[in-house]
């Protein structure tokens, strides 16, 4: 069988929000999903420690904003987490996530479950600290050249000299 019509024909379920028809896609293309978890990490994964309710928050506005015809201009970090939480407060969020079939959310949530194991397992791990190294390592470098300048040499020299004759 050879397969020459790759166009998709992606259904979708009409949900109220207050009297808005909202359009949710029941299937989302791979590399949309690809840049959902691609956002996360440049929005999130730059930090010491994992903000999780950031994180959670960011994860189910880019769900509602690539599943659904709700158009959000801003990409600013801090206006999607109003955007979240504005949708969240008026209960939008839970009906949206709803009209999307259980398979397709749970792989979402599969994806994200992954995405975050990940990072906390590389953030741990010794290409972390090579990472860290490499990222500060110059600046460490310069920090002991400059300690090394204001070290008395000498008196180091007499201090071991006296240690010496003492033993």
Do not use: H
């Not at 009409?14 to 840049?35: A, F, R």
């Not at 709700?70 to 969020?93: A, G, H, P």
């Amino acid at each position: 069988m050879k397969i020459t019509n790759t166009d998709l024909n992606i259904k979708e379920e009409v949900v109220m929000l207050g009297d808005k028809k909202v359009l949710v896609k029941q299937y989302l293309e791979t590399d949309k999903k690809s840049k959902i978890f691609k956002a996360l990490g440049d929005l999130c994964f730059g930090e010491q420690i994992l903000d999780q309710p950031k994180i959670d928050a960011l994860f189910n506005a880019f769900i509602i904003l690539n599943y659904t015809n709700i158009e959000f201009d801003s990409r600013d970090v801090y206006e999607l987490l109003k955007f979240y939480d504005y949708m969240e407060s008026n209960d939008y969020t839970s009906l949206i996530l709803q009209a999307i079939p259980e398979i397709e959310y749970n792989a979402l949530i599969g994806y994200y479950k992954s995405t975050i194991s990940d990072y906390n397992r590389f953030k741990v791990s010794t290409l972390a600290t090579f990472a860290s190294m490499v990222e500060y390592g110059p600046e460490l470098m310069e920090k002991i050249s400059k300690l090394s300048k204001e070290i008395d040499m000498d008196a180091i020299k007499t201090v071991a000299n006296i240690s010496t004759k003492m033993n």
